[in-house]
C-alpha cells in the first residue's frame, strides 16, 4: 500500500475530488466545457453537478497550472469552441491523484467498515 | 439565442482580466449558456423558463469573480499610467523605473548629456576615494590599531610643519622597562640589505628591530617565529626575519628555509620566521626622511644596539645624544593617548631636570599610528575637496539640464496631475528618473575611476606610498553608490519640486510653451551663478598649484641633473670591517669608472641630495665664544670622494676641494658651503680656520655654492663636507658624469663593480634627473590632477551658461522678433542677451572670488613661492573664466541675432 504523506492528503481533502473528476473525464481525449459538465452529471447518474460559475474557474486553473491545455478549434459551419485535453504533466498529476484517492477511501473503508466494493 | 453578455460582464468586471482574455471568457460562457438553454427549452421549457434556469447556473452574482480571483490572468497589470495614484510603494517604485527607463530612452542626447557629466564626476570622486581608502582607512592592517602611537621627541626649536625627530636612545630603554601606560614599546631603524643568494645580488630595504616590534604591532609570522629578546643585543645570535614576497620571489616559497641560514651583507643569518602577505611595515613615504627607510622593507634584522658604551663609537642603549630610532608602542587597554602623553611629559620634565645637557626644553609626543602614516593625506584631503566641487558643478548642470527639460514637460506633468496624480507622487517619479540617471552615470562612473587609477599610477607620486594597493575594492563601489544616491538627490530634488509647482489651468491652456519661465529662469540663473563660483575655486587653486609647480620647476638645485647615473654600494663589515678597506674600495670604483671613455668625472657621497637620508652633527668654530654643551649649531655633514664636486657639477666659490692626498694621515680638512661661510664666518676670510665637527679639529680648506639636499622646497641649511678617507662609511652612492644618456653605462658601471667584488650589487641604478623628479613628484601629481579638474569644472560651467543662454534666446525669440522689427539692431540684440547670460556669471564671480581666498588659505601649507593670494593669478583665473563665459554666451547671442522678425512672429 503506497504511504500518503498526511500533508498532501490533508490538501487533497481540502480541494475535494473536483480536480480529480475533471482530469479523469479529459483523459481519453480533449472535451469542451459544456460536455464536461454533462459528462460528470451523466456518470454520476445525476447526483454530482457542477455549475459553471464553479466549473469554469476551475478548467481556469488548471490551465494555469499547466495540468490541462485550452484550444479553440473551429469547424466548418459552427462557433469555435474551446476544448480542454490533458497535458503531459496533468496525466502525471491524475495518475499521482488516482493513487491517493485509492488509498484513501482504502483507508476509510477499513476505519468505518464500509464496504466500498 | 438570448444574449448573455449582459448578465456576464458585471459578474467579471470585479477582476483585473484583460481585454481580450474577458471577451474569450464571455463567448466560451455564453456557448454553454446558449446549450444550456437549448436543452431546457428541447425539455419544455418556456423561453423565460429557459432563461431563468440557464442564468441559475451562474449561482449568486459574486460567484464567478470569487472563485477566478486566485488566478493570474485575472491580475493582469493595468497599463502604466505614471503619477497616477500610490498603490504598493515597491510596486510604484518599478512602475516609475520603467517609466524613466522609456523617458531616458526617447531622449538619448539628453541622457547621453547628463549621464556623462555624472560619470566624471563620480568617477573622479571614486578614484579619489580609492586613493584615500589605500592610503589611510586600510592602511593599519593591525589588531586593534588605534591602541598604537609613534613616540617623537619634540623641542620649541622644531619649525612648525617640519617632522618631530626622533628620541634619545636612553629614553627609549627607559621607557622600555618602566612605561606604564604602554603595554609593549618597540624600536626600529632604517636599514639595507645585500642578498647574494636566490639570483643576483640585490639591495633590499630593511630594518633594524626590537624584539617585541611584532608583538607590538600584533603581527604573528606565517612560518617560524620572532625575535627573542636575547637576539636584539649586540653579539646576538644573526637571525632574520623576511617578507612573504622576498621568501616566494627568491626562494620560490621553500617553506624549508626556516631554519636555513641566508647570506645578508656578507654575514651568515638564520632566518627565523616568514611574515605574512600582508604585512608591509615600515614604508618609506610614511616615515620622515631622517629615518629613510626603503619604500619597502623586505628583511627584518635584529637592531643589535650595545647595552652601553664599549669606545667603539657604535650605537649603544644609553646614549643620550644619538637619536635615530623610531618607537612605537602599543598602549594598554584601557589607557587613553592623553593619559600616556601625560605620562611622557612628565618623564621629560624629569628628564630636562637631570640632564639639561642634553634634555633641556626636550618633550616627547605621542602620535597615533593612523595620523602618522597619513601624514600625507592633507593633500589628499585637498584633492577630495577639489573632486567634490567638481561633482557639485556636474550636479548643478545636470540639474539645469533637468530643468530645462521640465519646461518642456510641464504640459504631461499638468495632464497627470489632471488625471489626479498627487504632487509627491510626481516628484517621486521625477526623482526616479534621476536615480536611474545616476545609476547609470555611476555604472559608467566606474570605467572613469579605472582609468583615473592607471593615470595615477602613470605619475605615480613617491608619498602616497600605498597608491599601487589602490583599487575599486567593495568600500570603493560602496562609496560609488552612495555618490551616486547623494547626487541624484542634488541635482534631482530641485527641478522636481520646480517642474511639479505648476498652475494647473494655466499650463495645460498655455501648452508645450510652459508656465511660470521668469521663476524658473531664475532657478537657472542661482544655478549657473553657483556653478561660477564653484569653478572659480577650483580654477583659482589649481592655478595657485601649477604657479608653486613651475617656480618649482625653476629652483636649481644648486647641481648638475642631467647626464648623471647614480647607484648605490653597500660593503658588508664582515668583509670590509675597517674604515681604510671600505675607502679603499671606493677608491678602486672611483679610479676604475673615471677611466672610462665616456666618463667625464666619477664621485661618490654618504647621502645623496635629495636621495632620502642625511646625517647631521653639532660643530664649533675655532676662536668663537663656546657655547652650553648641546647648543652648538648644527650642519649637515656630507662625506665625499674627492671627484664627488666634479660629477655633480658644484661649484668652488673660494679654496680648493679634496684631493687624492688628504687621506686619513694626513691634516684634517673640511669644504663648507657658503650658507655655513656666510652664516659663521660673515665678513671673514673661512680659508684655514678650523672647526670641531665629529669629535676633530678640521681646517677649511674651501667653499662650494649651497645644494639642495633633504628637498627642493625648503631652503638648504649649513653643510659640512668631509673627505672620505678622514670618515670611512661602508654605504655609499656612486655618481658618475657622463655623456649622452646616463642609463647607457649602467652595464658597464655594473661590471666595473663585479670586476672589483663579484658579491657586491649596484643598487638604486638611477639618473639623477630622475632623483630630482621623483622629489617633486608629489607636487606634479597634486598640481596635474587639480588642474585636470579644475579644466573638467570650467568646460562644465561654460555648458551650463550656453544651455542657459540658448534656452533664454529660444524662449525669448519672440520678443527679439519683436524688438527687431521695431527697429532693434544686432548689436542692441546681442548687447540684451549677452547683458542676460553675464549676469549670473558676475554675481557667481564675486561669490566665487570670496570663496577662493578661502580656500587657498588651506591650500597655503602646500604652496610654494607663490602667495596664496597671488593678485596675478586670480586675476588671470578671472579673466579666463569671464573670457569663457563670454564665449558661452556668445554663440547662441550670435543666434538671437539672426531671428528673422517675421518668422519670429509667426513662430506662434
Known amino acids: 500500500m503506497t504511504v500518503i504523506d498526511t500533508r498532501i492528503l490533508d490538501r487533497e481533502l481540502k480541494k475535494g475530488s473536483a480536480e480529480l473528476i475533471i482530469l479523469s473525464i479529459v483523459e481519453p481525449r480533449a472535451r469542451h466545457g459544456y460536455e464536461i459538465s454533462k459528462l460528470i452529471e451523466t456518470r454520476s447518474a445525476g447526483q454530482l453537478k457542477f455549475h459553471v460559475a464553479s466549473l469554469y474557474p476551475l478548467l481556469y486553473r488548471l490551465e494555469e497550472r499547466g495540468w490541462l491545455q485550452g484550444r479553440w478549434v473551429e469547424k466548418a459551419g459552427q462557433r469555435r469552441r474551446r476544448f480542454y485535453g ?32 | 439565442m438570448p444574449e448573455w453578455t449582459e448578465h456576464l460582464r458585471p459578474r467579471l468586471a470585479l477582476l483585473q482580466l484583460s481585454g481580450g482574455r474577458e471577451a474569450e471568457i464571455i463567448e466560451e460562457l455564453s456557448q454553454h449558456l446558449d446549450q444550456r438553454y437549448e436543452e431546457l427549452r428541447t425539455g419544455g421549457a418556456t423561453d423565460l423558463e429557459a432563461r431563468h434556469l440557464a442564468i441559475e447556473e451562474l ?26 495614484p500610490a498603490g504598493f510603494l515597491l510596486a510604484d517604485l518599478y512602475k516609475d523605473l520603467r517609466y524613466a527607463a522609456r523617458m531616458l530612452q526617447k531622449q538619448p542626447g539628453f541622457a547621453a548629456a547628463a549621464a556623462l557629466t555624472l560619470a566624471l564626476g563620480i568617477g573622479a570622486n571614486t578614484a579619489i576615494f580609492s586613493l584615500f581608502n589605500a592610503a589611510v582607512l586600510r592602511a593599519l592592517p593591525f589588531p586593534e590599531p588605534d591602541r598604537l602611537a609613534v613616540i617623537w621627541a619634540d623641542s620649541p626649536a622644531r619649525k612648525p610643519g617640519s617632522p618631530f625627530p626622533p628620541p634619545a636612545n636612553a629614553d627609549v630603554a627607559e621607557w622600555r622597562d618602566h612605561s606604564a601606560s604602554f603595554a609593549r614599546i618597540a624600536a626600529f631603524n632604517a636599514r639595507a640589505a645585500d642578498l ?32 627573542a629578546p636575547d637576539e636584539e643585543m649586540h653579539g646576538g645570535p644573526p637571525v632574520a626575519l623576511i617578507s612573504h614576497g622576498l621568501w616566494q620571489r627568491r626562494f620560490g616559497g621553500d617553506p624549508a628555509l626556516v631554519g636555513k641560514g641566508i647570506s645578508i651583507n656578507g654575514d651568515k643569518r638564520t632566518i627565523i620566521g616568514i611574515l605574512p602577505p600582508d604585512f608591509d611595515f615600515p614604508r618609506g613615504a610614511e616615515w620622515p ?139 517621486r517619479q521625477l526623482l526616479t528618473e534621476s536615480l536611474l540617471l545616476s545609476a547609470i552615470a555611476s555604472g559608467l562612473g566606474l570605467l572613469v ?13 613617491v608619498t602616497y606610498s600605498r597608491l599601487d594597493e589602490a583599487s575599486l575594492d567593495p568600500t570603493a563601489l560602496g562609496f560609488a553608490a552612495f555618490i551616486a544616491l547623494l547626487t541624484s538627490a542634488v541635482f534631482g530634488l530641485v527641478p522636481a519640486i520646480q517642474a511639479s509647482r505648476f498652475d494647473l489651468r494655466k499650463s495645460i491652456h498655455e501648452g508645450g510653451r510652459g508656465g511660470d519661465g521668469a521663476g524658473r529662469e531664475r532657478v537657472r540663473n542661482w544655478l549657473v551663478g553657483t556653478e561660477v563660483a564653484l569653478a572659480l575655486v577650483l580654477l583659482t587653486t589649481a592655478g595657485l598649484m601649477v604657479r608653486s609647480f613651475l617656480r618649482l620647476q625653476a629652483v636649481q638645485p644648486g647641481f648638475r641633473s642631467d647626464s648623471v647615473l647614480v647607484f648605490d654600494v653597500q660593503l658588508p663589515l664582515a668583509r670590509y670591517p675597517s674604515g681604510p678597506s671600505q675607502v679603499m674600495v671606493f677608491q678602486q670604483l672611483v679610479a676604475r669608472l ?63 676641494v679634496f684631493t687624492e692626498r688628504d687621506t686619513a694621515e694626513q691634516p684634517r680638512v673640511v669644504v663648507i658651503n657658503e650658507t655655513l661661510a656666510r652664516q659663521f664666518f660673515s665678513s671673514r676670510d673661512p680659508l684655514g680656520k678650523r672647526l670641531r665637527a665629529g669629535g676633530a679639529w678640521r681646517t677649511v680648506v674651501g667653499v662650494v655654492s649651497d645644494a639642495k639636499s633633504g628637498s627642493l622646497e625648503r631652503e638648504g641649511g649649513p653643510q659640512l663636507y668631509l673627505p672620505h678617507a678622514q670618515w670611512p662609511w661602508a654605504g655609499m652612492t656612486v655618481v658618475l658624469h657622463t655623456d649622452g644618456n646616463p642609463l647607457a653605462l649602467a652595464s658597464i658601471a655594473r661590471s666595473e663593480l663585479k670586476a672589483l667584488d663579484a658579491l657586491l650589487p649596484a643598487a638604486n641604478m638611477r639618473t639623477m634627473e630622475q632623483v630630482v623628479s621623483k622629489a617633486a613628484s608629489t607636487r606634479r601629481f597634486n598640481m596635474a590632477l587639480l588642474a585636470f579638474f579644475a579644466v573638467t569644472a570650467l568646460l562644465l560651467t561654460m555648458m551650463g551658461i550656453y544651455g542657459v543662454v540658448a534656452f533664454l534666446v529660444g524662449r525669448r525669440s519672440r520678443e527679439i522678433g519683436i524688438r527687431m522689427a521695431l527697429g532693434a539692431r544686432q548689436g542692441d540684440v546681442l548687447r540684451l542677451v549677452l547683458q542676460q547670460g553675464m549676469k549670473p556669471v558676475a554675481i557667481g564671480s564675486v561669490a566665487g572670488l570670496l570663496g577662493s581666498v578661502g580656500a587657498s588659505r588651506l591650500v597655503a601649507s602646500q604652496l610654494y613661492g607663490v602667495s596664496s593670494s597671488d593678485p596675478l593669478t586670480l586675476m588671470s583665473i578671472i579673466a579666463l573664466l569671464v573670457a569663457s563665459a563670454l564665449l558661452a554666451c ?14 519670429a512672429l509667426r513662430g506662434d
Open chain 2, 594 to 656: 673615471e677611466a672610462l671613455p665616456v666618463v667625464h668625472a666619477a664621485g661618490a657621497i654618504g647621502y645623496l641630495p635629495l636621495g632620502g637620508g642625511g646625517n647631521w652633527g653639532r660643530f664649533t668654530v675655532e676662536g668663537e665664544p663656546p657655547v652650553r654643551p648641546g647648543s652648538e649649531p648644527t650642519a649637515e655633514r656630507c662625506w665625499v670622494t674627492p671627484g664627488y664636486f666634479a660629477a655633480m657639477g658644484i661649484p668652488i666659490r673660494r679654496g680648493r
Open chain 2, 59 to 84: 449561482l449568486e452574482p459574486e460567484a464567478l469573480a470569487r472563485h477566478m480571483r486566485q488566478l493570474r490572468q485575472a491580475h493582469v497589470s493595468p497599463p502604466i499610467t505614471p503619477g497616477a
Open chain 2, 289 to 427: 626622511a631622517s629615518s629613510p627607510f626603503a619604500s619597502r622593507t623586505e628583511v627584518w634584522l635584529p637592531l643589535a644596539f650595545r647595552p652601553q658604551d664599549d669606545g667603539t663609537g657604535w650605537s649603544h642603549w644609553q646614549s643620550r645624544h644619538e637619536r635615530g630610532l623610531v618607537v612605537i608602542g602599543r598602549l594598554k587597554p584601557g589607557t587613553s593617548l592623553r593619559q600616556a602623553q601625560a605620562e611622557m611629559d612628565a618623564f621629560a620634565a624629569r628628564r630636562a631636570h637631570d640632564h639639561p645637557d642634553t634634555h633641556k626644553d626636550s618633550s616627547v609626543k605621542l602620535v597615533p599610528l593612523r595620523e602618522q602614516m597619513a601624514g600625507h593625506s592633507k593633500s589628499l584631503l585637498i584633492l577630495f575637496a577639489a573632486v567634490g566641487v567638481l561633482l557639485l558643478i556636474a550636479c548643478v548642470n545636470v540639474a539645469n539640464l533637468l530643468l530645462a527639460r521640465g519646461v518642456a514637460r510641464q504640459q504631461e506633468m499638468a495632464v497627470r496631475a489632471a488625471l489626479g496624480a498627487a504632487r509627491g507622487r510626481l516628484i
Open chain 2, 890 to 903: 556668445w554663440l547662441p547671442a550670435r543666434r538671437a541675432t539672426k531671428v528673422h522678425p517675421l518668422e
Open chain 2, 449 to 461: 575611476a579605472e582609468g583615473c587609477l592607471k593615470v595615477f599610477l602613470i605619475l605615480n607620486p
Open chain 1, 86 to 117: 490533458l497535458t503531459a504533466e496533468g496525466r502525471r498529476v491524475l495518475s499521482r491523484q488516482r493513487d491517493t484517492w485509492k488509498t484513501f477511501v482504502n483507508a476509510m473503508g477499513l476505519i468505518t467498515g464500509v464496504d466500498h466494493a
Open chain 2, 196 to 227: 647574494a643568494e636566490g639570483g643576483d645580488p640585490e639591495r633590499i630595504g630593511a630594518a633594524g628591530v626590537t624584539a617585541g616590534f611584532f608583538e607590538t604591532l600584533g603581527v604573528t609570522p606565517l612560518l617560524g617565529r620572532t625575535l
